[in-house]
């Protein structure tokens, strides 16, 4: 019902929202047009303005700018330091909170879907600097220039504005007059704008000038830009050199003899730039009178796709590659030069040769690193648009013509400041922002700037604009059916015959999410099987973990939800294969072997190595080889290999010493190992570095004792009142639990099939089944004890409530008279149908004066079915706190897996128990339960109880890679069935 006319009510408008001017589509105003990073070497001046800032954080994004004016008094402000997030800087108690709270979301948009605004509740940073331009600079140009800021920053110049920007990791340049003496730069930063759509890259959000700033001179002939070809022929041996410059000028490479214009090109012999032989040549840019020389570094290498292969200087390459996030704990992505090359040389000793820039490019003295030290480089764009996922895609930037404009200009920003490097193979334009126009609309500028490598873009999955088939987290068997052209076709003839004749490779695959990623030896073995699969980049680099302190002064790193966010995604933004401390993971151990570039393979029957190299360009000629004979674990023999010259991609065959040993020696477990290392001192690592190993038996006796399977016995129970005894172990009566081993105490051996979920089970993996099942909460009953044939048998029903299946376990025990042999016998009862379980074994605690472990078996860190590739076998030695992974969510972690045997001593040696193999079982020593290592959420969750616990165990579950991607392969999933193991248990 409608009222009538003459009873309506007047209407005043109080508030109409209109989007504001950081919620415009416009990228950028009144700012230079983007150009070479290189372009700043040149030799006139510069003056960095990093440092403390006058600063005033506002909650709202309306607050006054009256601060820009030349003349604004703000002595009463803080000082922060420039570059650096403002959310992390912490009082002097260690707590966050000073100016606001980091925040992660991995899809999630913080705030409403509502294009293009943002929330009123809006972080806002201002910040005012002094400067001073010198006399020297009159008569030429300023150019003050921003590396990266987020979201959106506003900028004056004593009080006259000069522009706005977007792009938060891209930068952004105003030219001023180089008007000597003393001046004000002002810059407002919102948290929140329209380009916060357009920068949902899973990880942080960390509002600032987190970037360098700096002042540079331009004199009248400066250069404005310069583009580097330097293209390289495999089939002749030489480079192309030309130099595209504006103004025009010269160029010269002394060691090459070159001297040309710019504009003007030139063909010699040279030798070519690659990841492996990273050659660069020193050239000299000049504009002449009144310009200025710049350095180039001249990288010669030339790019094609071929064959479905993505080659380079001729030949296909594999990318061992990791996704790198810039990352500092204490800083975020304020990440200082010398962390930037301690990861490249951590990346470089592991073997890894490829990085993709996920999801922004990267500062841009990274990438002068990646050409120095030698890394493919997939450079992305500053854009993801995840978030509209969630709202079923409505929105989304990728297909809307209002945001063209924006993602084309973060695709030049890109481009143009990067294009003279080298290591930069591939153009991505961004990461999981659906599919649409704007994507056609990237592609095509980039091949009109640039034709000189491809182009990636993931969820171009039916190749409409781009040139590299890619996927994330695809599950092995696709893998292989895309290497063998087998892949579904597509509707459009065209498109599928494109797609089909396309390299492949995945631009996320093994998340490293905790404890993991599993799968990676089968993952290489389909890489270096099918030409067209060209590797991948693992999901990622570092664990995103930022310091927090308790009360009490300990810390702990924290993640998700740690800060209060309304949403949060948890420790997701901890998937990296080092630490937040940057100390490697077991994840990043097991990748350095499954890409080791020397293939180690042996046969001790015919006394021969067979020695693979697995470089795409490089020979063996840097790497010297060596061998050991161990014994038991230990070394009795070893010495220098003479390997014969190896080119890239072939073989040779080496011949091992004849070696005899005396009896006394000979009978043990023998193994061969063979080392390849570094011949010489390298960038990244000293003489001696090992690349490559491999081990292969020996032909020697196997042992005999307690620990096989025919075992005599000899000892005979001997049953009192209160207690059971068979050789060197006490039982009680009433239930058969083992209470001593000698003078040792034994407490709660049980069966254990439960172990504290990794977070690759958390996230998408069996987890929640197994909880559903009750694994995590068995109870353990005594059916029936009983001593027959020199044993005692322990009966006992393990089950959860509410279920009526049931492990019904038998444990047998004898002795030789100085050991006590156990038996474990495992019979399902019930329905166990489509149930999995993550492990099988028993768990006994001992006493806390327990603190080393010595075994012999893989090591020395720990592995898990497909995971235990970096182990090495031999005799390792670590006291119980070191066997523990402090993953920064608590997790099953430490196992060592195929232990032959094991002994655990107090902090002298004093005595404990020796745990005999039959032949082999996976330890786990530690100083809490797995109810409470499953019940931490963070370090300090974990406090030693009175006990150390020992898991021996006859089988693991493999970890997988299920919280991005597949879980455990079959081969590795553990399933309820009969099952007997064995162990030896001896005092010492």
Request: aromatic share 10%; with cysteine; glycine share 10%.
């Amino acid at each position: 019902m409608s009222l009538p006319p003459t009873i309506l009510p007047s209407i005043t408008a109080l508030h109409t929202h209109h989007p504001r001017e950081h919620e415009t589509f416009a990228p950028q105003a009144g700012v230079a047009a983007p150009r070479a990073f290189s372009s700043l070497r040149g030799s006139s001046a510069a003056l960095s303005l990093n440092g403390d800032w006058a600063f005033r954080l506002s909650d709202r994004a309306d607050a006054p700018d009256d601060f820009a004016a030349a003349d604004y008094d703000a002595s009463n402000w803080d000082t922060l330091a420039v570059p650096s997030s403002w959310v992390l800087h912490r009082d002097e108690h260690g707590q966050y909170g000073r100016y606001g709270l980091p925040a992660y979301q991995n899809i999630k948009f913080p705030f409403p879907v509502d294009v293009p605004c943002v929330p009123d509740a809006n972080p806002t940073g201002d910040y005012r600097v002094a400067f001073e331009i010198p006399e020297s600079w009159s008569g030429g140009k300023a150019v003050l220039r921003f590396e990266g800021v987020e979201s959106w920053f506003k900028v004056w110049v004593d009080g006259a504005p000069l522009g706005f920007s977007t792009g938060s990791r891209l930068p952004t340049e105003f030219v001023i007059p180089a008007t000597a003496g003393k001046h004000t730069l002002a810059v407002r930063v919102h948290q929140w704008s329209a380009a916060s759509y357009l920068e949902d890259q899973d990880q942080w959000w960390l509002p600032g000038i987190f970037r360098d700033v700096a002042l540079l001179y331009r004199p009248p002939r400066a250069v404005v830009d310069h583009f580097v070809h330097a293209s390289y022929d495999h089939t002749t041996g030489k480079g192309t050199l030309k130099v595209d410059c504006e103004p025009a000028g010269h160029v010269t490479v002394p060691e090459l003899g070159v001297d040309i214009a710019t504009g003007e090109s030139v063909t010699l012999a040279v030798a070519p730039w690659s990841a492996e032989t990273p050659r660069l040549y020193d050239g000299l840019l000049d504009t002449g009178t009144s310009g200025e020389t710049l350095p180039l570094k001249i990288g010669f290498r030339t790019v094609v796709i071929e064959d479905a292969q993505i080659k380079v200087n001729g030949k296909r390459v594999l990318f061992k590659g990791v996704n790198r996030h810039e990352f500092e704990p204490t800083r975020g992505r304020s990440v200082t030069r010398e962390t930037m090359e301690h990861d490249i040389q951590l990346m470089k000793a592991h073997n890894i040769n490829a990085v993709r820039c996920s999801h922004y490019p990267p500062h841009p003295a990274f990438l002068d690193l990646c050409d120095a030290y030698g890394l493919w480089v997939v450079d992305e764009g500053d854009f993801e648009t995840h978030g509209f996922e969630l709202c079923r895609w409505r929105d989304n930037p990728t297909d809307d013509p209002r945001w063209t404009a924006a993602l084309l200009n973060r695709t030049q920003r890109m481009v143009e400041r990067d294009k003279n490097h080298p290591a930069v193979v591939v153009w991505s334009l961004g990461n999981e922002g659906g599919m649409g126009r704007n994507i056609g609309a990237m592609a095509d500028w980039v091949r009109s700037r640039d034709s000189s490598r491809p182009i990636h873009y993931e969820r171009d999955l039916e190749l409409r604009y781009v040139d590299i088939f890619s996927h994330m987290y695809l599950f092995h068997h696709q893998v292989e059916a895309i290497g063998q052209q087998k892949e579904p076709a597509l509707p459009d003839v065209a498109l599928d015959a494109k797609r089909r004749n396309s390299p492949y490779f995945l631009c996320e695959y093994a998340h490293a999410m905790g404890n993991g990623p599993g799968g990676l030896a089968e993952y290489q073995a389909i890489f270096e099987k099918y030409p067209r699969t060209q590797g991948g980049f693992v999901w990622e680099w570092i664990d995103h973990g930022l310091p927090k302190r308790l009360p009490d002064g300990r810390e702990y790193y924290a993640y998700g939800g740690d800060f209060g966010e309304e949403i949060h995604d948890s420790n997701f933004v901890c998937d990296g294969l080092v630490f937040p401390d940057r100390k490697p993971s077991p994840g990043l151990l097991e990748y350095k072997k499954v890409i080791a570039p020397v293939g180690i393979t042996g046969d001790a029957k015919s006394g021969t190595v067979t020695i693979k190299n697995k470089y795409d360009f490089a020979s063996l000629s840097g790497l010297e080889f060596s061998w050991s004979l161990s014994v038991g674990g230990q070394v009795v023999e070893s010495g220098t290999l003479a390997v014969p010259e190896v080119a890239a991609g072939a073989s040779a065959t080496a011949r091992l010493p004849d070696i005899t040993l005396p009896p006394s020696l000979a009978i043990g477990e023998g193994v061969w190992t063979v080392t390849a290392a570094l011949a010489k001192p390298t960038r990244y690592a000293g003489r001696g570095h090992e690349v490559a190993w491999g081990q292969f038996p020996a032909r020697f006796t196997a042992p005999t004792g307690l620990g096989t399977d025919h075992t005599p016995v000899v000892a005979q129970p001997t049953v009192k009142a209160d207690t059971v005894t068979i050789g060197p172990g006490t039982f009680r009566a009433s239930d058969g639990a083992l209470v001593a081993l000698g003078d040792l105490p034994v407490s709660d051996l049980h069966l254990e099939v439960w172990r504290a979920p990794t977070d690759n089970e958390r996230f998408g993996g069996d987890a929640a089944r197994w909880r559903a099942a009750g694994l995590d909460r068995l109870h353990h009953r005594t059916d029936a004890v009983w001593v027959q044939d020199a044993c005692l048998f322990v009966r006992t029903r393990v089950s959860a409530a509410a279920h009526d299946r049931a492990l019904q376990t038998t444990y047998r025990w004898s002795s030789d008279g100085s050991g006590l042999r156990l038996n474990v016998a495992v019979v399902p009862k019930g329905d166990w149908a489509g149930i999995t379980i993550p492990r099988l074994g028993v768990v006994l605690a001992l006493p806390s004066r327990l603190a080393q472990v010595r075994w012999f078996g893989p090591g020395p860190g720990e592995g898990y079915p497909d995971t235990k590739g970096a182990g090495k076998l031999g005799a390792h030695d670590l006291s119980i706190d070191d066997m523990q992974t402090a993953y920064v969510y608590p997790q099953e972690n430490g196992a060592r897996p195929d232990v032959r045997w094991a002994e655990v001593r107090g902090c002298e040696g004093e005595g404990g128990l020796r745990i005999d193999g039959v032949p082999s079982f996976a330890l786990t020593a530690r100083r809490w339960t797995t109810a409470d290592l499953d019940k931490a959420t963070h370090a300090t969750d974990l406090t030693p109880r009175d006990k150390v616990y020992l898991n021996l165990d006859k089988a693991h579950a493999g970890v997988g890679t299920a919280s991005c991607g597949p879980g455990p392969l079959p081969q590795y999933i553990l399933r309820p069935c009969p099952t007997e193991f064995s162990v030896v248990l001896r005092p010492l």
